[in-house]
Nanobody, 127 residues
Framework: QVQLVESGGGLVQAGGSLRLSCAAS????????MGWFRQAPGKEREFVAA????????VYADSVKGRFTISRDNYKNTIYLQMNRLATEDTAVYYC????????????????????WGQGTQLTVSS
């Protein structure tokens, strides 16, 4: 049974940095895509970044490109989201997600493509 557990959220001032972690367990993730999504109050869940577990290929939402970096640690089975130059509009609950099967070079950006989700971690950016 796949489990994803996020951590690292909190309160940070605008312009600051924070790193989120997602501990993945329950199977090997070769061929999986791992993604970060976020959901602000009253808004739909939106794509942030994704990574192919096998190849490390990445894709980012335009709103975070150049500020956020997704990465993995194969030994710890953990996915990270390094967030720099945070802005108030980055405030949201951040979710880690896993999509099974064959995502070697094109990790998907669509919510519907992901099969497993973590419980979320809150990030609040103050002005």
């Amino acid at each position: 049974q796949v489990q994803l557990v996020e951590s690292g959220g909190g309160l940070v001032q605008a312009g600051g940095s924070l790193r989120l972690s997602c501990a993945a367990s329950g199977r090997t993730f070769s061929g999986y895509a791992m993604g970060w999504f976020r959901q602000a109050p009253g808004k739909e869940r939106e794509f942030v970044a994704a990574l192919s577990w096998t190849t490390g290929s990445t894709v980012y939402a335009d709103s975070v490109k150049g500020r956020f970096t997704i990465s993995r640690d194969n030994y710890k089975n953990t996915i990270y989201l390094q967030m720099n130059r945070l802005a108030t509009e980055d405030t949201a609950v951040y979710y880690c997600a896993a999509a099974k099967g064959g995502f070697y070079y094109s990790p998907p950006a669509q919510v519907i493509a992901y099969d497993y989700w973590g419980q979320g971690t809150q990030l609040t950016v103050s002005s």
